[in-house]
């Protein structure tokens, strides 16, 4: 198969094919920006029932309305200015004569309809609520120009000097809906309902809708968007209360509706009320279809309950629903993702005997998946025998797993004849490259990665950046991180807590404390909230550089936050209070854990130990082991280790030996470690050639118990 060459190079031998991919550029009309984004309208929808008087004069004149009033107050926004009715490019005049052309239509319509804007005899408009509701219904009726309504609804909310009442809001919403400017009509939802939270609010704005309704159609539209907005909000309870109120006007959610509530219901995995709503869209005449089966399957899969998925997938047919594509996909995604190709392979050949057309991503899924587990002549033999030509996922795949076994000469061949057959990499081509470099330490060739994908015009992502400044960091080269972290921020990237740890990590590494705390202030002030393992970073910095007292003040401080401090946080204070000698602060730390149910591990039970190895405290400390032995604590050869080196420092090779007997039978081998702390023993005994004695020692008590020790000295 010609398509398989690149693969087939990296692992066996091949052909080539090539892969063109055509790309459609869009035209972009100026009338989509006639009107502001979502953003625009934030604090656009308080109640209030303020009115005012403008003068005529003011509404030729709405072009000079100050920039930095439009600004703060939603009414220009870059690229979606409401008042840019023509191109950016487009010369000032125009837009000028564009605004001035607005404001005379508005003029003429709301004279023809008996509005009185008086001239030279000074006439003013009462701009209360039910006068901006009335010319905003007046301007529509006469121009059916929904975007012309919203121009007026911007321009007097400005002259009212306050916000628009839900009332009025509402009024602009179904105006638009009916000039089929739902987009717009959703912004206005949206900030409704954060503005309008709890019980009553979701009740007042419902009342408000039908209060101001004056089409039935559009009432239902309104309706079925307003659902839509709760469950964007993850609000599935308020949508499902509100779908009880419209029924009782005999209104219901459109389909598309339905499928995004019951989608949020089943990933929020409510899969009783799922079910529920499902039987009351059956009741109103909403047909089952398999998009709707395959919602269902999808929430099985999610929970891990892959034989649920299957067995509904089978039992589509008895529906009178044909499984398509998507549902079978949505199984063998799953199957993959517990590395169960097999039966995902099984369930390819199943689809072809039934009929199903096998489409790229069922096929790279499971192509995908035998990459992920090490079998590339698998995943070759798949793509071949179900001739699937090699996308950019596949590609991916393999690139993939090339970079996980750090064999980065084929990875640079596949994504090399990747773009030599037209394929354009991702953001994810380039970011597994880097990270292959990352993994050997070839921090130079990751670097010139992301210079070919900024050539390119590929925006890098967040996790781009945060692991080419991971791999900075390692290795201590902090200028290089902070240049890649300032530089992620000046490409409009906002760094997200795993970012600000890895750089403040490294600051503590090198112990540069100072830093690492006013990196947690501008984490602060971007609005990022430190975790537990920002806290855990700047606890292990003030520890290494000693100040014990320091890190436990910020353990009280999450405490006191409402933070839950993991066995990480514990570990390291009390590694710090032992080594400092201080063991009742360490024990009462310890006892803690206990009573928080936090089970010390055998690094925190290493980190106590090794304060009394240090300490020379060996009684105590063979006392304290053994009584975590008995509380079923599971000793490394770490902890063994510290505690023979307690004894061979004192010269004390008895108990040292017993240890090493210890280690031994319950599986664990000495090490070079091993063999250097008894040389210490020796050396304090002052007995002559202690490397020998050491090493002689050692094969004796492997020997006791049947194993051959082997002389790598």
């Given at each position: 198969m010609k398509a398989l060459v690149p693969i087939i190079n990296a692992f066996s031998s091949g052909l080539k094919a090539v892969v063109m991919r055509n790309r459609i550029p869009k035209k972009i009309s100026s009338a989509n920006l006639a009107l502001s984004s979502p953003t625009l309208m934030v604090d656009e929808v308080f109640n209030h029932n303020n009115s005012c008087c403008v003068d005529d004069d003011l509404l030729p004149n709405i072009k000079?309305?100050?920039?930095?009033?439009?600004?703060?107050?939603?009414?220009?926004?870059?690229?979606?200015?409401?008042?840019?009715?023509?191109?950016?490019?487009?010369?000032?005049?125009?837009?000028?004569?564009?605004?001035?052309?607005e404001m005379e239509i508005i003029k003429v319509i709301l004279t023809n309809r008996g509005w009185n804007l008086g001239s030279q005899n000074g006439y003013r408009i009462d701009l209360s609520q039910f006068n901006v509701m009335k010319i905003l219904n007046d301007l529509f009726e006469e121009s059916t120009d929904a975007a012309l309504a919203l121009y007026f609804f911007r321009w007097s909310e400005y002259c009212m000097g306050s916000k628009h009442t839900v009332e009025s809001v509402c009024t602009m919403i179904h105006i638009l809906v009916s000039g089929n400017m739902n987009h717009k009509a959703m912004d206005l939802l949206l900030h409704l309902i954060s503005y309008n939270s709890g019980e009553e609010g979701w009740h007042n704005i419902f009342l408000k809708i039908h209060e101001t309704h004056t089409k039935r159609r559009v009432l239902e539209t309104v309706y079925g968007m307003l659902v839509n907005c709760y469950v964007k909000e993850n609000m599935t309870q308020v949508a499902l209360k509100l779908i009880c109120k419209i029924r009782h006007l005999n209104i219901f959610p459109l389909i598309g509706v339905c499928n995004s509530l019951l989608k949020a219901l089943l990933e929020s995995e409510q899969l009783n009320l799922a079910w529920d709503f499902l039987k009351e869209m059956k009741s109103r005449g909403i047909g089952l279809n398999a998009s709707i089966i395959s919602l269902f399957i999808s929430g099985y899969c999610n929970q891990g309950n892959i034989d649920t998925g299957w067995k509904l997938l089978m039992e589509m047919k008895y529906l009178g629903i044909k499984p398509d594509v998507v549902a079978y996909t949505i199984v063998i995604d799953s199957l993959c993702k517990m590395s169960l190709l097999k039966e995902a392979t099984s369930i390819l050949f199943k689809m072809t005997?039934?009929?199903?057309?096998?489409?790229?991503?069922s096929v790279s899924s499971?192509?995908?998946?035998?990459?992920?587990?090490?079998?590339?002549?698998?995943?070759?033999?798949?793509?071949?025998?179900?001739?699937?030509?090699p996308n950019i996922f596949v590609f991916n795949s393999f690139i993939s797993k090339l970079c996980t076994d750090g064999n980065m000469l084929k990875a640079a061949k596949v994504f090399q004849d990747m773009c030599e057959m037209g394929l354009m990499p991702d953001c994810f081509s380039y970011t597994t490259m880097m990270a292959g470099y990352c993994k050997v330490k070839?921090?130079?060739?990751?670097?010139?990665?992301?210079?070919?994908?900024?050539?390119?015009?590929i925006r890098p992502s967040v996790a781009t950046y945060t692991l080419l400044i991971d791999s900075c960091c390692k290795p201590g080269n902090m200028e290089m991180a902070e240049y890649l972290f300032q530089r992620m921020i000046t490409e409009g990237l906002v760094p997200d807590v795993v970012s600000y740890n890895t750089l403040m990590n490294g600051y503590g590494k090198k112990g540069h404390l100072q830093k690492a705390f006013e990196l947690l202030s501008m984490m602060r002030s971007a609005g990022v909230s430190p975790d537990l393992v920002s806290y855990n970073i700047l606890i292990h910095g003030l520890i290494k550089r000693g100040l014990v007292n320091e890190a436990k003040d910020i353990l009280d401080e999450l405490m006191r936050r409402g933070f839950s401090p993991d066995v990480v946080t514990f570990t390291n204070i009390i590694g710090g209070f032992s080594n400092k000698g201080n063991f009742e602060e360490a024990f009462l730390l310890f006892f803690y854990m206990s009573e928080h149910h936090l089970e010390p591990d055998v690094v925190t039970c290493s980190a106590l130990l090794n304060g009394y190895c240090r300490a020379r405290h060996m009684a105590e400390a063979n006392v304290l082991f053994?009584?975590?032995?008995?509380?079923?604590?599971?000793?490394?050869?770490?902890?063994?280790?510290?505690?023979?080196h307690g004894f061979c420092s004192l010269g004390n090779i008895d108990d040292a030996c017993h240890l090493v007997s210890m280690m031994i039978e319950h599986g664990i081998m000495p090490n070079n470690i091993t063999h250097?702390?008894?040389?210490?023993?020796?050396?304090?005994?002052?007995?002559?050639?202690?490397?020998?004695r050491a090493a002689f020692k050692l094969q004796q008590l492997l020997l006791k118990y049947g194993i051959q020790a082997e002389d790598d000295r």
């Amino acid at each position: 198969m010609k398509a398989l060459v690149p693969i087939i190079n990296a692992f066996s031998s091949g052909l080539k094919a090539v892969v063109m991919r055509n790309r459609i550029p869009k035209k972009i009309s100026s009338a989509n920006l006639a009107l502001s984004s979502p953003t625009l309208m934030v604090d656009e929808v308080f109640n209030h029932n303020n009115s005012c008087c403008v003068d005529d004069d003011l509404l030729p004149n709405i072009k000079c309305i100050p920039a930095e009033y439009m600004e703060c107050n939603g009414l220009s926004s870059g690229e979606n200015d409401i008042f840019a009715y023509v191109d950016k490019d487009s010369p000032i005049s125009e837009n000028e004569k564009a605004v001035d052309d607005e404001m005379e239509i508005i003029k003429v319509i709301l004279t023809n309809r008996g509005w009185n804007l008086g001239s030279q005899n000074g006439y003013r408009i009462d701009l209360s609520q039910f006068n901006v509701m009335k010319i905003l219904n007046d301007l529509f009726e006469e121009s059916t120009d929904a975007a012309l309504a919203l121009y007026f609804f911007r321009w007097s909310e400005y002259c009212m000097g306050s916000k628009h009442t839900v009332e009025s809001v509402c009024t602009m919403i179904h105006i638009l809906v009916s000039g089929n400017m739902n987009h717009k009509a959703m912004d206005l939802l949206l900030h409704l309902i954060s503005y309008n939270s709890g019980e009553e609010g979701w009740h007042n704005i419902f009342l408000k809708i039908h209060e101001t309704h004056t089409k039935r159609r559009v009432l239902e539209t309104v309706y079925g968007m307003l659902v839509n907005c709760y469950v964007k909000e993850n609000m599935t309870q308020v949508a499902l209360k509100l779908i009880c109120k419209i029924r009782h006007l005999n209104i219901f959610p459109l389909i598309g509706v339905c499928n995004s509530l019951l989608k949020a219901l089943l990933e929020s995995e409510q899969l009783n009320l799922a079910w529920d709503f499902l039987k009351e869209m059956k009741s109103r005449g909403i047909g089952l279809n398999a998009s709707i089966i395959s919602l269902f399957i999808s929430g099985y899969c999610n929970q891990g309950n892959i034989d649920t998925g299957w067995k509904l997938l089978m039992e589509m047919k008895y529906l009178g629903i044909k499984p398509d594509v998507v549902a079978y996909t949505i199984v063998i995604d799953s199957l993959c993702k517990m590395s169960l190709l097999k039966e995902a392979t099984s369930i390819l050949f199943k689809m072809t005997q039934m009929g199903v057309f096998l489409d790229s991503v069922s096929v790279s899924s499971v192509v995908d998946g035998y990459c992920k587990v090490g079998k590339s002549e698998e995943a070759m033999d798949v793509l071949e025998v179900f001739n699937l030509s090699p996308n950019i996922f596949v590609f991916n795949s393999f690139i993939s797993k090339l970079c996980t076994d750090g064999n980065m000469l084929k990875a640079a061949k596949v994504f090399q004849d990747m773009c030599e057959m037209g394929l354009m990499p991702d953001c994810f081509s380039y970011t597994t490259m880097m990270a292959g470099y990352c993994k050997v330490k070839d921090i130079s060739n990751a670097l010139k990665y992301l210079g070919k994908m900024l050539k390119r015009g590929i925006r890098p992502s967040v996790a781009t950046y945060t692991l080419l400044i991971d791999s900075c960091c390692k290795p201590g080269n902090m200028e290089m991180a902070e240049y890649l972290f300032q530089r992620m921020i000046t490409e409009g990237l906002v760094p997200d807590v795993v970012s600000y740890n890895t750089l403040m990590n490294g600051y503590g590494k090198k112990g540069h404390l100072q830093k690492a705390f006013e990196l947690l202030s501008m984490m602060r002030s971007a609005g990022v909230s430190p975790d537990l393992v920002s806290y855990n970073i700047l606890i292990h910095g003030l520890i290494k550089r000693g100040l014990v007292n320091e890190a436990k003040d910020i353990l009280d401080e999450l405490m006191r936050r409402g933070f839950s401090p993991d066995v990480v946080t514990f570990t390291n204070i009390i590694g710090g209070f032992s080594n400092k000698g201080n063991f009742e602060e360490a024990f009462l730390l310890f006892f803690y854990m206990s009573e928080h149910h936090l089970e010390p591990d055998v690094v925190t039970c290493s980190a106590l130990l090794n304060g009394y190895c240090r300490a020379r405290h060996m009684a105590e400390a063979n006392v304290l082991f053994h009584k975590m032995l008995d509380a079923g604590l599971k000793a490394d050869v770490i902890l063994y280790n510290s505690l023979i080196h307690g004894f061979c420092s004192l010269g004390n090779i008895d108990d040292a030996c017993h240890l090493v007997s210890m280690m031994i039978e319950h599986g664990i081998m000495p090490n070079n470690i091993t063999h250097h702390a008894l040389v210490l023993g020796y050396e304090k005994k002052c007995v002559e050639n202690p490397v020998e004695r050491a090493a002689f020692k050692l094969q004796q008590l492997l020997l006791k118990y049947g194993i051959q020790a082997e002389d790598d000295r």
